[in-house]
């Protein structure tokens, strides 16, 4: 039984359809990509599922809630965490505390002390810099801090919304084994990417969007060596 569960997804700004009917799904354990151009409405539904936005109809199943009636802020506690487009993080505050407002969903001291330590050591860079203005850090760095701090809430699901956007190609392949790390621990992963081939290459299976409609979808190695996705975002 999938996980999450998309059905017939349409989402408006004003006027202008960004999501024409779409439907998919994820199951616990895997690694999901969704591949598309810049607008093709890959962070929209991200939004959608995560309540940042209000669908015009559809509906959103995570694990037998329906998303669509639950608020943004109680998401979370179901088990969902999001890293958005451009990490997003409290760049005033320190590592260590933009970490512990991960775990603001949690109550018990021990555990959340326990997972802290689990995000230190996989992201050793964080434990150096815990005391460190977040803020300061290089665009990598604040990349994992993002992931840290979504899996602070102990998800069953991390949605990731561009990882490898303005990354150097080393912090690119960083993050990626990191993202193959966290799915090999048991979380699992929809994964929003504009680099394709990265995409496909840690993903179980892929949606290929266009203008708010999903145009292919199937296994990632098998999109991987179709021609048109070769032609249209692999650069082949």
């Known amino acids: 039984m999938a996980m999450l569960t998309i059905k017939d997804l349409n989402v408006y700004y004003g006027v202008i359809q960004a999501i024409k009917g779409i439907s998919f799904e994820v199951n616990e354990g895997e690694v999901i990509a969704l591949i598309g151009a810049n607008g093709a409405g890959k962070t929209t539904i991200l939004h959608t599922i995560t309540g940042l936005i209000s669908p015009k109809s559809g ?54 002390d326990n997972t802290l330590e689990m995000i230190y050591k996989r992201f050793p860079r964080l434990k150096e810099r815990k ?72 993903a179980d299976r892929a949606y290929v969007l266009e203008t708010g409609n999903i145009v292919l979808s199937g296994d990632a190695k098998e999109l991987m060596n179709d021609d048109s996705v070769k032609k249209a975002y692999l650069g082949e």
């Open 59 to 112: 509906s959103i199943d995570f694990e037998g809630n329906d998303l669509i009636k639950i608020p943004a802020h109680k998401i979370v506690s179901l088990g969902m965490a999001h890293v958005p487009e451009g990490r997003r993080i409290f760049a005033e505050l320190t590592v260590l505390e933009n970490l512990k407002m991960g775990a603001y969903t949690r109550s018990d001291k021990k555990e959340i």
């Open 131 to 202: 005391n460190q203005i977040a803020g300061t850090l290089s665009g990598g760095e604040q990349q994992m801090l993002a992931m840290g701090r979504a899996l602070m809430s102990h998800p069953r699901i991390i949605l990731m919304d561009e990882p490898s956007m303005g990354l150097s190609p080393l912090f690119v392949s960083e993050i990626f084994d990191i993202i193959r790390e966290i799915s090999e621990s048991g979380t699992t992963v929809l994964l929003v990417e504009q680099n394709a081939k990265k995409a496909l290459s840690i």
